[in-house]
């Protein structure tokens, strides 16, 4: 069956675009990934996604950190080319135990090199971006650089260089394909409309575990209680910025930065049971939603799988769908969503510092020593003394990112 043709006008084109169809990759034919954080909860979940679709799916290359265990289990069962530690000594380690266990043929490399050299392997298809934070950011950038379509779960790359990002994979008709789920979801349901048709992109948020906590009881907050997160399992940041919600507010960023509109056209709404993964309100007042399993697996088979979408196991059950809410979000006790828009209207550096200055007071958060509400007090502080900059190149945005650190950790002590 073929696929449907896309219906996307230029704007989009401009942002996430072109079809993989359209560069000569075929349903039958093979793609070699490359997964840039491989032994992260992303990384697990598409070589799940690999398990359960070998005709369609090869790993060329596996961009891990410091666990040498599961990388190498990981190079064992999937004998990628190339496989990338953090660190020289970790990578020693990891092919020692690759010899010994009669394991051939496997090149193993190491730090922000290795990195680049996994998401650049000519043999490797489709990158997919899913390392923590701006760590992520050149390697994601050499991908686009060197043609690669990206499955983009890293959304500090698209907040702190989205614009650069863009720039780049527009010039080379490079997809951008969003795994965040919101986002993920937003693009499934763009792909029915042209760009001057949509009102507003509404990303759901959860709510996190204080939806509905009084104001007054913010102050007496610990890391335990943000740590629990009422529908999704995630890191331990990331947890955090869901319970502060300036997760939601990077996402609104992202929203903009893939999808090439203004602030003003992205909401957040409040929904509790993460049915929703978002919506799409188009001009003549209709609202397209997309609904799966709370399940990572999905966003990350249609990002693989696009512009196709293969028959999986991932149903939902509609019956037991009882019912669905939807609240404003409440900017008094969730601050960071002002200061996310606020950084997003203003562009550039602000973004940068927005995410740099959360990672450092998240830090400080579960170390106790700042309360939860200091999240928030610590981010508008390093924004309001950040002068106006837009950096040009992933070196300037990677400076900007450790001033915006540096300064954060000055007010932090
Ligand atoms: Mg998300």
Known sequence: ?????????????????????????SKN?????AILGSTGSI???????????????????????????????????????VVSLATEELAGELAARLRQSGVTGIEVVYGAEGTVTCATLPEADFVVSAIVG??????????????????????????????????????????????DSEHNAVHQ????????EVK???????????????????????????????TWVMGRRITIDSATMLNKGLEIIEACRLFNVPPSQVRVTVHPQSTVHSLVEYVDGSILAQISVTDMRLPILYALAYPE????????????????????????????????????????VHCIALNAADEVAVEAFLERRIPFMGIPRTIEKVLASTPEAHPATIAEVLAADRQARQMACGLLG
């Open 1 to 25: 069956m073929k696929p449907v043709p896309f219906n996307w006008n230029s704007s989009f084109e401009l942002s996430t675009i072109g079809s993989v169809r359209d560069r000569g990759i």
């Open 29 to 33: 034919t093979l793609k070699r990934l």
């Open 43 to 81: 990384g697990q979940s598409t070589l799940s996604i690999v398990e359960q679709f070998p005709d369609r799916y090869q790993v060329a290359a596996l961009a891990a950190g410091r666990n040498v265990d599961e990388a190498f289990s990981q190079a064992a069962r999937w004998r990628p080319r």
């Open 134 to 179: 701006v760590a992520g950011l050149e390697a994601t950038y050499a991908a686009i650089l060197a043609g690669k379509p990206i499955g983009l779960a890293n959304k500090e790359c698209m907040v702190a260089a989205g614009e650069i990002l863009t720039r780049a994979a527009r010039e080379r008709n490079v997809p951008i394909l969003p795994i």
């Open 189 to 196: 349901c763009l792909r029915v409309g042209a760009h001057a």
């Open 200 to 230: 507003t992109i509404w990303l759901t948020a959860s709510g996190g575990p204080f939806r509905q906590l009084p104001l007054d009881q913010f102050a007496g907050i610990t890391p335990e209680q943000a740590l629990k997160h009422p």
């Open 309 to 348: 979408r293969p028959a999986s196991t991932l149903t939902f059950d509609l019956a037991a769908l009882r019912h669905l809410d939807f609240e404003q979000p409440d900017f008094q006790r969730f601050p960071c969503l002002r200061l996310a828009y606020e950084a997003a209207e203003r562009g550039g």
